[in-house]
């Protein structure tokens, strides 16, 4: 499952009329800070930049799950793991699923959230 709708749909719960506005607003920075974040992740880290791509990873995994975007948050916690384990041989191989990932999450989500 690309998107587990539950995460979002829980703020209908208790936002009531609210929530779908509120859900549009998380989406919104979702896609906007994510393609920040992917300019990050994009390309294997160096010595020089691993504190960023770790970040960087740590950031896109609360943020996909918060938008229940689970596929993708799983993988960006295991780039933060093994970038934070400086297994840097073992991240370049992940990232094309990474940007692969995002690319079908957002689309999933536009299509369920439009």
């Given at each position: ?24 607003e998380i ?10 974040l ?6 294997p ?9 770790v970040r ?16 993708l948050?799983e ?11 400086k297994?840097?041989?073992e ?21 369920i959230?439009?």
């Open positions: 499952m690309i998107i587990d709708t539950s995460v979002l749909d829980a703020y209908r719960d208790f936002m009531e009329e609210d929530a779908d506005e509120f859900i549009q989406l919104d920075d979702f896609y906007q800070n994510s393609q920040i992917l300019k990050t992740l994009s390309s880290p160096t010595a020089e930049n691993i504190e960023e791509f960087a990873a740590h950031t896109l995994k609360s943020t996909s799950a918060t938008v229940g975007a689970t596929k948050s993988l960006a916690a295991t780039l933060e793991e093994k970038s934070k384990a297994a840097l041989d991240i370049a191989p992940l990232l094309p699923k990474l940007l692969s990932l995002y690319a079908e999450a957002e689309a999933k989500l536009k299509e959230y439009a």
